[in-house]
């Protein structure tokens, strides 16, 4: 008998497993081409919420550009939580970067004042456009570019507002899964408190992202990775997931594909932008 | 009895990893110009710069505005050395990669060309037979691809230059070879993706073990030129290097930095690894068999009566 020699088992998210010393270069080299040489612009602001996503994309930036350059704003609304003012604090005392609390609870309550029956959905949206509303007039005040802390996984999911989170000109971190985040944030020594946490958008109490979405993260990510290479759901389930996890990712992306595109116009010329007169962002 | 003819005298390269502003072809001139001066102090017998040098990679439709006839190039190239080098600096040869308006057509093209002096000397003009058009890219959309893989005489001898993409694919290199190059310029354009390699980006593994398997196998010599920086977030992967007939990387730039390769390309390795390794001659060989086998879905020779 000759030994049988097999494959090795595959570890489902070693397919996802990212350089973090690779992964910090690359994402501190986009921040500075993108605000330095390309809009001559050397202060970022960036929400920071105290979880961590916003806490990986303030070292990046941190590192960037310098810690005096990168101001963290924290907009606590009434309900958020305690822990997040903390966590942020964390983040802001551990790079040295300028910080500033502003409340979003009187202008958000001003505008539902209006909007009584608004629902816990409606009322998390005026959150965070309110939340953008403040990021970008900050930015008009500092002299500072808006830094996107939206990821992958949940832009797939569409588990973001539109027109909200995923509204600044850069995100060093929109091309990376929520478990890369989660490395990325390990490898750059990000408190272990904001890194074990559990994520949430803190738009209701004890909520978390996970319970929102009906899965967990590595499973999702899993899940996403092999959707994007093209693979079938059969071929899904086929290595290691249910139909019932596969069939609820695989939703929640093609539902919501329209969130991660502009605003659809109705092409009536040979000339419609971005349709036949294609220029790059960069041009 | 032992051959007495002398060695040839090595070659003196270098390798320009170009970081372009977009669209800004007067800028980049400048900058340009700049690096030539630097270069002048010990000019190089050719430089090698990466593909669309001089206005970044990804156009889309401003292609049309900022293509130019080979011609045009080689005369800003041509003026960007007097202009950096001086006036009375002698002759250089250079191979660089620019997007070529051909009478209306366009292409995704690089030549080879000696300028200073006088006036300058197109040799050849090599336009992008391979454009990708998948993922990220859309060379198709925009570019005519070209048609012909020319070799031709540089100042190493017989070389050919495969942009990019052409060089992704294992019979270019191939045909290149078995026409008599000995040198393989690869102007380059690469976006990085892949964070998962160690220490460096997968794209950037992928395109050396592809580089030197091209150069170990034909016993030829790759100088890959990459454009590095990034365009509008995606980020030219640079990595520019030499890699010797032997397949040994001879110097190697790093992904994200504009910067400067020198070497030589030595006659001697070149001749050695032929020697050692013949696999050229036994592909020259084998050639007729593969090529003419009914079974390859290439369209038939219609004879004529």
């Known amino acids: 008998m000759l030994p049988v020699i097999e494959p090795p088992a595959v570890d489902p998210l070693a397919a996802l497993a990212i350089d973090g010393a690779v992964t910090t270069a690359w994402l501190q080299a986009f921040l500075r081409d993108e605000m330095l040489t390309r809009r001559k612009i050397d202060r970022a602001v960036l929400g920071l919420s105290g979880g961590i996503d916003s806490a990986v994309v303030a070292y990046l930036c941190a590192r960037a550009l310098g810690p005096q350059n990168v101001y963290a704003i924290r907009m606590p609304y009434r309900t958020s939580s305690a822990d997040s003012l903390h966590d942020a604090q964390l983040v802001i005392d551990a790079l040295g970067i300028n910080a500033q609390t502003i409340e979003i609870s009187d202008a958000v309550d001003g505008y539902l004042r209006y909007a009584p029956d608004a629902d816990a959905r409606r009322r998390g949206n005026v959150m965070a456009r309110m939340r953008m509303l403040t990021l970008f007039d900050q930015s008009a005040a500092l002299g500072a570019l808006p830094v996107g802390t939206g990821n992958k996984t949940e832009r797939l999911m569409g588990y973001f507002t539109w027109h909200a989170d995923d509204t600044p000109p850069v995100n060093p971190i929109g091309d990376l899964f929520k478990t890369q985040v989660w490395a990325l944030a390990r490898y750059l020594e990000v408190p272990v408190r904001v890194i074990d946490k559990a994520p949430s958008a803190d738009l209701e109490a004890n909520q978390t992202d996970e319970s929102d979405l009906g899965i967990t993260y590595a499973k999702a990510d899993q899940i996403l990775s092999l959707i994007l290479a093209g693979y079938r759901d059969a071929a899904i389930v086929a290595r290691g997931s249910s139909a019932a996890e596969v069939q609820l990712v695989r939703g929640r992306v093609d539902g919501t594909h329209w969130k991660r595109h502009l605003p659809t116009t109705a092409l009536v010329s040979g000339t419609a932008i971005n349709e036949f007169y294609l220029r790059p962002v960069d041009y | ?305």
């Open chain 2, 1 to 305: 009895m032992k051959n007495e003819t002398p060695d040839a005298a090595p070659t003196d390269i270098a390798v320009v990893q170009f970081k372009p502003l977009k669209g800004d072809i007067d800028a980049n001139v400048f900058v340009l110009s700049e690096i030539f001066a630097q270069l002048s102090v010990a000019p190089p017998a050719i430089v090698a710069l990466p593909e669309a040098c001089l206005t970044g990679y990804f156009l889309e439709g401003a292609v049309y505005e900022l293509a130019m006839s080979a011609d045009a190039f080689a005369h800003t190239l041509h003026a960007a050395w007097r202009s950096g080098a001086g006036a009375d600096a002698g002759a250089v040869d250079v191979v660089c990669g620019f997007f070529e308006n051909a009478d209306g057509t366009f292409y995704n093209s690089a030549l080879y060309a000696t300028i200073g002096g006088a006036e300058p000397r197109l040799t050849h003009v090599h336009r992008k037979m391979f454009l990708p058009t998948y993922g990220v890219f859309d060379e198709d959309r925009f570019l005519s691809r070209g048609r012909h893989l020319g070799v031709f005489a540089s100042a190493f001898g017989s070389a050919a230059i495969l942009i990019c993409e052409d060089a992704w694919h294992s019979i270019m290199p191939t045909v290149a070879a078995l026409k008599g190059a000995r040198l393989l310029f690869v102007p380059s354009a690469s976006p990085g993706r892949g964070l998962s390699g160690s220490g460096e980006l997968e794209s950037v593994a992928h395109w050396k073990s592809i580089l030197r398997a091209s150069a170990s196998e034909h016993g030829v010599y790759v100088v890959y030129a990459g454009l590095t920086g990034f365009e509008g977030g995606k980020g030219m992967s640079g990595s520019s290097c030499i890699i010797s007939p032997a397949g040994t990387f001879v110097v190697e730039a790093p992904a994200l930095d504009a910067c400067i390769l020198r070497a030589q390309l030595d006659p001697a390795e070149f001749e050695v690894a032929r020697a050692t390794l013949p696999l050229l001659g036994d592909l020259a060989g084998v050639l007729p068999d593969l090529w003419f086998d009914a079974e390859i879905p290439l369209p038939k020779r219609v004879e004529n009566g």
